[in-house]
């Protein structure tokens, strides 16, 4: 049996290493499946977009060091602001105008606008893949008895926790928060009891894209080369992990990011022979969850209203 | 009468497109039919059941597969299968196009059948999503099974097929065949699903074995429709068939109008030839001597996502809405073209 | 019934007027050409996953149109068409330029398998096409109407093979990019020849990965565990650089080999320090003019964008429009089949890869050239003749 030999071969390092390995692509996956969990956590809508957000976020942070020559802290910060716009112009031309559409016309304005940013990205960037700088201290690598540890990675999990953390306060404790979480769960009353829903929802969008821009820096960071077509897979896996976790659940997100990172290097770890299909992973998981617990593992169990 | 006399002026028309037109047009012409059919069988899910699936390229790539594994001449499958030699128990089996064809779209449907029981309790997005991560599987297994598929480095030297009559013919059955079944009680019962789902329950249609047919049905014509696109193109490979294929039947299908089988038709039509329209914004465009920056490749594909956009956003019920066209419409408009329109407003 | 022959009356009178449409701008567009012009079709991917690749061919193209525009007294017109990276859309764009714009000669593509899609049309019309960098066999394989101007795969990957043999390396492994048809085909034949020289067994690892791929951390850690003495890693610039730096960040020393698609600046500006001392097969030498023409080429082309250096695609590019160009000339006519017939004969052509001579296939008989990073620069290190690799 391949498996078991493939344990035997491995050493102790060896598996810190891909454990290591999973941590810091989990988080990264983690971060930016919150983005897509809190979009539809008050909307019920899958932004298809989040993917293509954190690209342009990468275009941003690219050109603020490169070209214009800020300093990269305050380019983050400006990377941030200028996603979390993105997201809102995002909101809406694509989205506002189909509030009361059926859902799959929305679904498909999503796919537009997805399409849309990635095509608009290789008109106006073109499709060279172009170098995320990089950072000072961020960028190099710590050894630690074997293990060899980019910085980063140490601060993904950080900035992770630290990002669930202030959203779990907005969503819970602030007045924001609170009518995010009345416009969830009943958006027509919502609206009659006086809550600005434009508003509301503007403001989802530009905390989902702010997260966006901190995960597409971390992304950078980590992944350094950027293309028109960079959001594309992790788009798609991040949605998965917010589904697995259950979305809408910011928790869930998290936990859902860490199942996808540490399942795709522990697969490729015990079962080498099966490489190749690395990127099925995360949908058979997907179809697993869907199959046998459709609300996702801390999903609320709803039932359809007639 | 009058159907079967405009068939056959049809029929003349694509003998006349095959005999007297250049390759390039009868290739765009080729591709709008294999598109309708693609298009169409799209339809049969997502605008008459009202289940959202973007599957679609993964049973493309089953029928395409089919008619690539099989239809190449035998002496000829050394030459592909160059690095990894090829099953010896497929490498002698050849079929006939037709035959590949019909295979290539029964295990679609039989691949279909097996998703579909779990998948199709799903809805919405939900659905959308899981559809979409089994075409990404049926092609990452295919990128990895070398000796069937020959994997990464595809399929070469299929018998190439740029006849329009064929083609012509295959969508022709096919549409009939779909069109049957959408008028027959299955098809009522699609679009009671569609409507409402706990009321079709109640009056009891079996939600599932309803769901799962217009499933299995939609994945045989993809797999038909994705054969005659292997045949065209007359080389296969992976890549062909990420899922960002299947955004392209699902822009021929709101375009035409999400439950409207002729606007499928025309969806496709507009989407392929619109498509090449397009080219123009690739090229440099001088105006008085001066080039227009502005005009430089990429910007097609901008100014197409860009139309999807404005098509969902202002014009959801794309041209023909759930209505159909049909003769005694056609004439009545031409009859009473203010009171045709009034019509169309009426039902609005 | 009638619904059918209605749509389908719809959609034929829609393809008509649209297909009319098309046309007649067309003719428009490019009647002021008249006869003193041959068209020469420019077939490359400018949008979708190779754009980075086909971007850097049309440069090559134009810097060569631009360096020889005419050819017996007709100026050479260059109508650039983009495939879109997609196989239906390289089928339509090849009909397109054959049946409409009329070129006499195609060149192009970046991507074997959109060459492949081109395959049976170029055949079919009788026109012929010369490959920039499509470098599978199945392209120019029972296919009199496509030549090419680059290596094959299984020469490219034999060649490394022997380096690597002949540098000492006894254990090798492999990561391929296992949907991209150059890697696996590189890999197959690395694999064949190191195996015929080094024993059975002697690669120890086949890892793989997919196209679009960012983490190979989970790949690189089983790799590193094995300890090979070299790592083959062909594919993608894109994905070949990001690999190699986090093989590097993984305290993975053993050297990495590829191909000839790493010769691009991107490929060094993504990888930076990490992708210094690599090796790959290449066709172009950058330091050494390998003839008069390669020094016009790269002078040209320093002068064009800036101080930047061409790379490897760029003169492969290049190169492909010099056979056209050579073949037209000696042609001396505009039917394509003579204008075929010429590019058959193509003998001891000057190239910027020196002398190119087509062999029965249509593929080039030329020297590879071993190259290095050094110093964030690309550097000469050996040359590997066709000989070399029959007298093992």
């Given amino acids: 049996m391949e498996i078991f030999q493939a344990i035997a071969n491995m050493t102790a390092a060896g598996f810190a290493q891909h454990l290591v390995n999973g941590i810091s692509l989990g988080s990264l996956y983690a971060l930016i499946a919150i983005g897509y969990t809190m979009v539809y956590g008050i909307l019920l809508m899958i932004n298809f977009a989040h993917g293509d957000i954190v690209m342009m976020a990468c275009y941003f942070a690219f050109f603020g060091i490169t070209a214009f020559h800020i300093p990269w802290y305050l380019t983050f910060v400006g990377t941030i602001i200028a996603t979390a716009l993105l997201g809102v112009i995002i909101e809406r031309t694509a989205y506002r105008p189909l509030r009361d559409a059926p859902k799959n016309s929305v679904l498909i304005s999503a796919i537009g606008a997805s399409f849309l940013l990635e095509n608009l990205a290789n008109y106006l960037f073109s499709g060279r893949p172009m170098h995320f700088p990089d950072i000072p201290f961020l960028s190099s690598m710590i050894p630690i008895g074997g293990v060899q540890i980019q910085a980063i990675c140490f601060f993904i999990p950080v900035v992770t926790v630290i990002c669930l953390v202030l959203l779990l306060h907005i969503v819970n404790h602030t007045k924001t928060g609170m009518a995010m979480r009345a416009v969830s769960k009943d958006y027509e009353i919502a609206r009659v009891m006086g809550i600005n829903i434009d508003n509301v929802i503007s403001i989802t969008f530009a905390l989902g894209s702010a997260l966006a821009a901190v995960g597409a820096i971390m992304w950078g960071i980590r992944y350094p080369g950027i293309t028109p077509y960079l959001g594309v897979m992790p788009g798609l896996k991040c949605f998965i992990a917010a589904v697995v976790g259950g979305i809408g659940n910011i928790k869930g997100a998290v936990l859902g990011g860490f199942i996808l990172g540490l399942g795709e290097i522990l697969i490729v770890a015990f079962f080498p022979a099966f490489s190749g299909y690395r990127d099925a992973f995360a949908f058979i998981v997907l179809i697993l969850i869907l199959f046998y617990k459709p609300t996702g593992l801390l999903g609320e169990t709803t039932t359809e209203k007639v | 009468m009058l159907t079967v006399v405009a068939l056959i002026v049809l029929f003349g028309l694509s003998c006349f497109v095959q005999g007297e037109v250049d390759a390039y047009i009868r290739r765009i012409v080729n591709l709008c039919l294999i598109y309708a059919i693609i298009g169409l069988s799209m339809n049969i899910t997502n605008g008459f059941a009202g289940q959202f699936s973007l599957g679609q390229a993964g049973f493309m790539a089953i029928g395409a597969y089919m008619v690539g594994i099989f239809t190449v001449p035998v002496n000829l499958r050394a030459d592909v299968f160059y690095a990894v030699p090829m099953n010896p128990h497929l490498v002698n089996i050849y079929m006939p196009l037709w035959l590949a064809l019909i295979m290539g779209g029964i295990l679609a449907a039989l691949v279909a059948g097996l998703i579909g029981t779990p998948v199709l309790r799903l809805r919405g997005d939900y659905l959308a999503i899981a559809t979409l991560g089994f075409s990404e599987i049926i092609r990452i297994i295919i990128t990895n099974a070398n000796t069937i598929t020959n994997g990464a480095l595809g399929i070469k030297n299929i018998p190439s097929l740029n006849d329009v009559r064929y083609i012509f013919l295959a969508t022709a059955v096919s549409y009939i065949l779909m069109t049957l079944l959408l008028s027959s009680s299955y098809g009522r019962a699609f679009k009671a699903i569609r409507e409402d789902e706990i009321a079709a329950e109640a009056m009891g249609i079996n939600l599932f074995h309803h769901k799962n047919l217009a499933f299995m049905v939609s994945a045989f014509f993809a797999g038909i429709g994705g054969g005659l696109y292997g045949a065209l193109l007359g080389t296969v490979d992976p890549k062909n068939f990420l899922f960002t294929l299947t955004y392209n039947f699902l822009l021929i299908i709101v375009l035409g109008g999400m439950g409207s089988v002729t606007g499928s038709m025309l969806g496709a039509v507009i989407v392929t030839a619109g498509l090449e329209y397009l080219r123009v914004f690739d090229e440099p465009l001088e105006i008085m001597g001066v080039a227009i920056p502005l005009f430089r490749p990429g910007l097609r594909m901008v100014v197409f996502s860009v139309l999807l956009m404005v098509c969902v956003l202002f014009w959801r019920h794309g041209i023909m809405g759930t209505n159909e066209f049909t003769w005694d419409k056609l004439i009545n408009f031409l009859k009473h073209p203010k009171f045709g329109r009034k019509k169309e407003v009426q039902r609005k | ?392």
């Fill in chain 3, 1 to 392: 019934m009638k619904k059918f022959v209605s749509a389908m009356l719809a959609m034929a009178v829609s393809a008509a007027l649209i297909a009319g449409c098309g046309g007649g701008d067309k003719k428009a567009d490019k009647g002021s050409g008249g006869g003193n012009t041959v068209k020469v079709g420019v077939f490359l991917p400018l949008t979708g996953d190779n754009a980075a690749g086909g971007e850097l061919e049309l440069r090559g193209i134009k810097l060569a149109n631009k360096l020889h525009p005419e050819v017996n007294g007709k100026k050479i017109e260059l109508v650039v068409a983009d495939n879109k990276s997609d196989k239906a859309e390289a089928a339509n764009v090849a009909a397109r330029l054959i049946e409409k714009d009329k070129v006499k000669v195609i060149v192009g593509t970046y991507g074997s398998s959109l060459a492949m899609a081109a395959g049976n049309i170029v055949r079919d019309a009788k026109v012929p096409a010369i490959g920039t960098s499509c470098t599978n066999p199945q392209v120019t394989k029972g296919n009199d109407y496509y030549f090419r101007a680059c290596f094959i795969d299984p020469f490219q990957g034999t060649v490394m093979a022997n380096y690597a043999y002949k540098k000492g390396a006894r254990k090798a492994a492999i990561v391929q990019e296992v949907s991209n048809d150059y890697s696996v085909g590189l890999s197959k034949f690395f694999k064949e020849a190191f195996e015929k020289l080094a024993g059975a067994g002697s690669v120890v690892e086949t890892a793989n990965y997919q196209t679009g791929d960012k983490d190979f951390t989970a790949q690189l850690t089983n790799l590193k565990a094995k300890n090979p003495d070299v790592v083959f890693a062909p594919g993608n610039f894109t994905e070949s650089a990001l690999l190699i730096k986090q093989a590097r960040q993984l305290g993975i020393k053993a050297p990495f080999l590829g191909g000839d698609t790493w010769e691009t600046q991107e490929f060094i500006n993504v990888g930076g320090k990490e992708v210094e001392g690599i090796c790959f097969s290449s066709a172009f030498d950058r330091e050494k003019a390998a003839t008069p023409e390669a020094k016009k080429f790269m002078e040209a082309y320093v002068k064009e964008y800036n101080g930047q250096q061409p790379g490897g695609l760029t003169a492969m590019a290049y190169d492909a429009y010099l056979i056209a160009y050579n073949a037209l000339k000696v042609a001396g006519t505009e039917d394509s089949v003579k204008i075929r017939d010429a590019i058959a004969k193509t003998k001891d052509l000057e190239t910027t890869t020196g002398m190119t001579t087509l062999n029965k296939d249509g593929d080039p008989i030329k020297n590879a050239v071993i190259k290095t990073v050094k110093d964030g620069k690309f550097t000469y290190l050996d040359t590997v003749t066709p000989d070399d690799l029959k007298a093992k």
